[in-house]
């Protein structure tokens, strides 16, 4: 029977052993067992020394061959949003423009009434070769507003209906750091990228705080059921940070939580720094801005010209307003983490780092993505004492376009992980669900492999940037807890530091690249606490 409950299963004891136990210590990588006592690690090594330290009545957990971890850390999700995709419309299996046009006819058959909303489409498979557009959702569902968002959140389309409501016509002038597609007619089309997605925001009711509460309890079910411990929630809104505070005060989520403010919701940390709140498993640490767009929406900021499109991509923050928040978060001691895809949006984020930061290589602050990075900008990120917060999967998916968007020149910028990490940067690993599925064995296979969860790659993919897979763990472990001024207290198995543990059924470290996507979550311990078994 699996459990994904997060109230507490267990304080106490845990004796934990009977399979490989990776620690993450490169003096000791191995051990026998793991002693935990109440939240903290009390012994890492041989079994009989463990057994011979641990209390009586301690709780024995024999692994049965299955392979022991750190606890894995997305550095990057979106954590609200990963659970409203499992409550609303998910269109994150939608393979062409005929089966999301299926999905939504559905959807609106189940829900006849109301403004429909869905989220998860990525046209870069699909054999129409193009983005979906108004007339797609018309004939799914007549006459209703629709608004489906692409899975990089960077781009939605919108019904006609739903472009009426908003007043969106040929006539709307762009927002700045947005594009309003039209079609040949020169109407709108339906598709609107960045900015422009504001125009429709109104006609599609908000999420409730009930709906958010089960959403972001739903989410952190989820993530400890796939044997995440924790990580670093992106873009917060205030009030969803009162519920998650809500929720594990209840005991009723139970993973750590660091969380990067949306500048909305940012006055506190911006005002007092950083904080912990009383159980000490959701932190604030700092803001998160936006620097461009996304790559497949052709919104990424890039130096020269896309080779596929007119166009330099869209620059998100104005430099004023981002500076200005940057010096605010230095003289608290907040972090900042900006998104920044393209090598234009990634230049400009380091100088103005540089600029904010002053000389100061200690305060940790992120880039989140630093997808495509030219030569000269990437040795800047160890140079500034800056994390790439980077997710392995973005290439596996991102490969069978960025050739074309970016041309064979600089295709070699992209996605550039072992170059990071023979920088002496850290790279702080993560999946940006919902915009991917969130699964710390795709984010494994795809740093180590490179490949297509089909097996498929070619010269393009630069197979070269592949990473060790003792790389890949202490990116998904260590450096997130790096990333969050946490590696003293977590990211290794080590006495006296918290107990938070990852068993999968197969050893990461050392089956076949394929055998990694089918190891299952045996446990996540997180704070001494099973939050989840198998």
């Known amino acids: 029977m699996a459990s994904a409950s997060l109230a507490p299963a267990f304080a106490g004891d845990l004796l934990i052993h009977g399979g490989p136990i990776h620690t993450g210590v490169a003096a ?56 409203l995709r499992e409550l609303t419309l998910n269109l994150d299996r939608t393979d062409s423009v005929e089966s999301l046009v299926a999905a939504v006819k559905v959807y609106a058959t189940a829900h006849p009434d109301g403004p429909i909303f869905g989220r998860g489409w990525i046209e870069t498979h699909w054999p129409e070769k193009r983005f979906p557009n108004r007339a797609d959702l018309d004939r799914a569902a007549p006459g209703r507003i629709v608004v489906l968002e692409r899975a990089d959140g960077h781009a939605v389309v919108a019904s006609s209906a739903a472009l009426a409501a908003a007043k969106v016509t040929r006539d709307t002038p ?43 309890e739903k989410a952190g079910a989820l993530y400890a059921s796939r044997g995440w411990t924790g990580l670093g929630n992106m873009s917060v809104e205030g009030p969803d940070l009162a519920i998650l505070t809500a929720l594990a005060a209840d005991k009723k989520f139970g993973l750590r939580v660091d969380n990067y403010m949306d500048p909305s919701g940012a006055a506190q940390v911006l005002a007092k720094g950083p904080s912990t709140d009383a159980t000490g498993l ?16 052709r919104g ?70 630093a997808q495509i990075v ?20 973005h290439a596996i998916g991102d490969l069978y376009f960025a050739p074309a968007r970016l041309g064979k020149d600089r295709l070699h910028e992209g996605y550039r992980w072992k170059d990071f990490l023979d920088s002496g940067a850290v790279i702080a690993a993560g999946s940006d669900a919902p915009v991917e599925v969130g699964d710390p064995r795709i984010e494994f296979y795809a740093a180590v492999y490179r490949h297509s969860l089909d097996g498929f790659a070619n010269a393009d993919w630069h197979l070269d940037e592949a990473v060790s897979r003792d790389q890949a763990l202490r990116m998904l472990t260590w450096a997130p807890a790096y990333a969050a001024f946490a590696e003293t207290d977590r990211g290794t198995l ?3 530091k918290k107990a938070d543990v990852t068993v999968f059924s197969k050893d990461l470290m050392t089956v076949a690249p394929a055998e990694i996507l089918k190891a299952e979550t045996v446990l996540t311990v997180v704070d001494g606490k099973v939050v989840f078994e198998k």
């Open 374 to 393: 030219a030569d000269t900008d990437l040795p800047r990120f160890a140079k500034l004492g800056v994390v790439a917060s980077m997710q392995p999967s």
């Open 494 to 496: 080590e006495a006296g």
């Open 300 to 369: 990424a900021a890039l130096l020269e010209p896309y080779s596929d499109a007119e166009g330099l991509g869209l620059q998100l923050t104005p430099r004023d307003k981002g500076l200005a928040l940057m010096k605010q978060a230095k003289a608290v001691g907040a972090q900042v983490a900006m998104h920044a895809i393209g090598d234009r949006g990634n230049r400009m984020a380091l100088d103005w780092f540089q600029e904010a930061l002053a000389g100061d290589t200690t305060a940790r602050w992120r880039i989140e993505h």
């Open 282 to 297: 959701i932190r604030v640490r700092g803001i998160k801005l936006y620097m461009d767009g996304a790559l497949g929406s």
């Open 174 to 216: 762009t927002p700045a750091g947005g594009q309003i597609l039209k079609g040949p007619d020169g109407a709108p089309d339906g598709l609107l990228v960045d900015h422009a997605q504001g125009l429709v925001a109104g006609v599609i009711p908000p999420p409730s705080e009930a709906l958010k509460r089960q959403a972001l």
């Open 28 to 83: 000791a990588p191995t051990a026998q067992a793991v002693l935990v006592r109440d939240d903290r690690i009390a012994f890492v090594g041989d079994l009989a020394a463990a057994r011979a330290k641990a209390a009586k009545g301690a709780r024995d957990i024999d692994l049965k061959g299955a392979a022991a971890f750190p606890g894995f850390v997305d550095a990057h999700a979106h954590l609200t949003g990963v659970g």
